[in-house]
């Protein structure tokens, strides 16, 4: 599955805007961002590309348990995560790494997690409305519709001054479309008409099943059937996911309910770094998406309105510096006492946690002093 007529794309693979009756309608929110939001899109995707392979190479030297690859998903991420406002709260699933960013979660919050340090991350109230990474598909979306159903309980939407209106922005795969969750936060978003938006990225695989396997029709059209607008946008252009998720999040902040996007892109990697997608993935699918990388698309736009060497040449030293500022402070990590595991099982001490901790103390201290 790739592109469709319905496609809304406002950069073309080639680089240069698209005007078309479809790009009519979002151009004039492109129109408005000046060279330095321009500038700071493109920063931000090549920034996160360095750090997410920095953070795989971190995984693969022991130092991760694990890595959440989004390698290929910067520009949905980045422009759709610019098109939030300050007040607005937005609910991840786990491959947002760079949303996170944006809202000011440092970077090694996500490797803490990742190294199996920590159990949440970080406190979304000290961190620009960015809740947490929620590992069990498809659960935030009704996390983000009951939080939307509280701030219009507030009042803080369609209040009359645009500026102060909040909304909800909710991020999940293809994959969980297919959850029960999802549907459910469809049926209580449209029934309450909530003031958010729905964005899936449609990164074309759930680990090995393809979105052929998920759906029948293509996915921007499901939400119609619940009473909520859709619409489908080339994932891989920074440009069309800045304006149209402004744009609904307009709407949604406005009163008008809630918006469902889908963002076609494509997983360039590894589901994570446990997956080996070379067992099921078509060689052919790749070539297509790796000719709709969405930073090289970006570069050529700049560099047509005449962004130089110079710019492009301080993104990658920005993104080398912060990939060797969090191989330094993953190395200084170490690791929690094993014992820890043991911690917030239960809430109450409990009997059978008690004699796990003290096998496995015993266990330990067999170790000790026993190397020659
Ligand atoms: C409720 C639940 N079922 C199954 C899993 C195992 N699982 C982890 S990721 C994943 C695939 C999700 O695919 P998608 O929603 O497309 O997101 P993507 O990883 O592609 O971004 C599955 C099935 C889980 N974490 N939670
Ligand atoms: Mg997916």
Do not use: C
Not at 200 to 218: C, D, E, G
């Amino acid at each position: 599955m790739s592109y469709t007529a319905a496609t809304v794309q406002l950069l073309s693979p080639e680089g240069s805007l698209v005007t078309s009756d479809a790009s009519a309608e979002y151009l004039p929110y492109v129109e408005k961002l000046s060279d330095e939001q321009l500038r700071e899109f493109h920063r931000q995707m090549v920034v996160i590309r360095r750090f997410d392979i920095e953070a795989a190479n971190l995984q693969r030297q022991g130092q991760l348990a694990l890595w959440i690859p989004s390698l290929g998903q910067e520009a949905a991420q980045v422009g759709s995560g610019f098109a939030a406002r300050p007040h607005d709260h937005i609910f991840p699933a786990y491959r947002e790494h760079v949303i996170a960013r944006i809202r000011g979660v440092d970077p090694i919050k996500i490797i803490e997690m990742l190294r199996g340090i920590s159990h949440g991350g970080w406190d979304p109230a000290e961190n620009n409305n960015f809740h947490l990474y929620t590992l069990v598909i498809g659960s935030q979306a009704l996390h983000a519709t009951g939080y939307a159903m509280g701030i219009q309980l507030d009042g803080l939407t369609a209040t009359g001054n645009p500026d102060a209106d909040e909304a909800v922005i909710v991020y999940f795969g293809d994959g969980a479309t297919s959850q029960g969750d999802v549907s459910e936060a469809f049926v209580f978003a449209a029934s309450y008409q909530t003031p958010q938006v729905f964005f899936l990225q449609n990164n074309h695989w759930a680990i090995s099943v393809p979105v052929s396997r998920q759906s029948r029709t293509p996915l921007y059209l499901r939400s119609s059937g619940f009473g909520i607008p859709g619409v489908q946008i080339d994932g891989n252009d920074v440009l069309a996911s800045y304006a149209v998720t402004s744009a609904n999040l307009d709407a949604a902040r406005g009163g008008e309910g809630p918006r469902f996007i889908e963002a076609l892109t494509y997983r360039m990697g590894a589901h994570t770094t446990s997956d080996d997608p070379t067992k099921y993935r078509d060689a052919d699918d790749l070539d297509f998406w790796s000719h709709a990388d969405p930073i090289t698309r970006f570069e050529t736009y700049l560099r047509s309105r005449g962004e130089g060497d110079a710019f492009f040449a301080e993104v990658a030293t920005e993104g080398d510096d912060l990939a060797s500022d969090v191989r330094k402070r993953t190395l200084e990590l170490g690791s929690p006492p094993a014992s820890k595991m043991f911690e917030h099982v239960y809430s109450d001490p409990h009997p059978l946690m008690d004699s796990q901790r003290a096998w496995l103390e015993g266990y330990e201290a067999a170790f000790e002093g026993g190397e020659e």
